[in-house]
């Protein structure tokens, strides 16, 4: 199977853009080694240096994965990925003497023949979408407007795994994005974008976005993957 991956952001409201993004070239077989990676991270806006908080996290999670990725289960290099992406962040807030307010949200998706597994903290979400049913695969960890989990925490407090793989089909879509988007507009709407091409779609979303000109929109970042290609045999279940 092969992946066709888009991406984009948008600084909204804020002064600056705290979200990080990371995903392969724009198509990717689902067959290569470590398969097909995609991650983003939100750098918490009320808490000191979000951005660095959410692109150190990134790049840390990033290399861990493609260190570990060949020496075990997928689950086991997600798990390690987040595991240095915390101690990175985490010892970075004590060198700065911001420890307690520095931090991020991370969501990541990993794609290995026709399987998804992903792991995450925080409120950033992926979807998934199948003949137009949109659903949110992750569980989000805040209380209102505030985060109960989060990269950069000592331990973090919540961590959601994908507790079995979800077998993907041709046509199906992915979606991975920050608060500024699922917090803005709500599923529906983001489904009825989901269609054509993943740069199509995304520039759909944004233009949404910008046409509701929310006095309070936050950072928005976006990672779209649509698959193709012929169905595998494979082991994992349909079924979060």
Request: with cysteine.
């Amino acid at each position: 199977m092969k992946i066709l991956t888009a991406s984009a952001q948008y600084i909204g409201r804020r002064k600056n853009q705290q979200d990080s993004v990371w995903h392969p070239a724009t198509t990717q077989s689902t067959d290569a080694p470590g398969g097909v990676l995609a991650v983003v991270a939100d750098g918490m806006g009320g808490l000191a240096r979000g951005e660095e908080a959410s692109r150190l996290a990134t790049e840390v999670f990033v290399d861990t994965w493609q260190q570990h990725v060949g020496d075990g289960t997928v689950a086991e290099a997600l798990e390690a990925a987040l595991t240095q992406a915390n101690r990175a962040v985490h010892g970075y807030s004590e060198q700065i003497n911001q420890r307690g307010n520095f931090g991020t949200t991370l969501i990541a998706a990993a794609v290995t023949a026709d399987q998804l597994q992903w792991i995450s903290v925080g409120d950033s979400r992926l979807y998934h979408l199948r003949q137009g049913v949109l659903r949110q695969l992750s569980t989000d960890h805040n209380d209102g407007y505030y985060l109960t989990s989060y990269v950069g925490a000592r331990e973090p407090d919540e961590i959601d795994r994908s507790q079995q793989p979800v077998v993907l089909e041709p046509g199906d879509w992915l979606l991975l994005c920050s608060d500024g988007l699922h917090g803005f507009l709500g599923d529906d709407a983001i489904a009825a974008w989901l269609h054509g091409s993943p740069a199509a779609a995304i520039e759909q979303l944004m233009t949404q976005l910008r046409n509701l000109d929310h006095p309070h929109q936050d950072n928005v970042s976006i990672i779209v993957m649509t698959v193709s290609g012929t169905p595998q045999a494979g082991t994992g279940t349909d079924a979060t």
